[in-house]
């Protein structure tokens, strides 16, 4: 499976972005997709993830309210509908997926990524 993720950019607080993630390959293995981030200096994070069948999502509490995972099956793809910008949001952005069903929120159980895309929060 190969993720390509796109739609990162410079934001000002309070603002908004879309993030999409497009998968290819041998999609039919992706059970579970999700987001991470990474700001300077800091450790790769769960942010937010999905299911591919029932759509059940899972968000880490730093950004419940804010953010919203979706996905289109048709197309392989999912989103991460950031609004209200913080500046500690500020992170490259890493989709991933796994090829078993079921959330984690550690990155370790994640077997495919993205090259991450720059979010940055001016404020």
């Known amino acids: 499976v190969q993720l390509q993720a796109s739609g990162g950019g410079l934001v000002q607080a309070g603002g908004s972005l879309r993030l999409s993630c497009a998968a290819s390959?041998?999609?039919?293995?992706?059970?579970?997709m999700g987001w991470f981030r990474q700001g300077p200096g800091k450790e790769r994070v769960f942010v937010a993830s999905i299911s591919r069948s029932a759509g059940a999502t899972y968000y880490a509490d730093s950004v419940k309210g804010r953010f919203t995972i979706s996905r289109d099956n048709a197309k392989n793809t999912w989103y991460l509908q950031m609004n209200s910008l913080k500046p500690e949001d500020t992170a490259v952005y890493y989709c991933?997926?796994?090829?078993?069903?079921?959330?984690?929120?550690?990155?370790?159980?994640?077997?495919?990524w993205g090259q991450g895309t720059e979010v940055t929060v001016s404020s």
């Open positions: 390959g041998r999609t039919f293995s992706t059970y579970h």
């Open positions: 991933a997926s796994r090829s078993v069903s079921g959330n984690s929120y550690y990155s370790g159980d994640y077997g495919f």
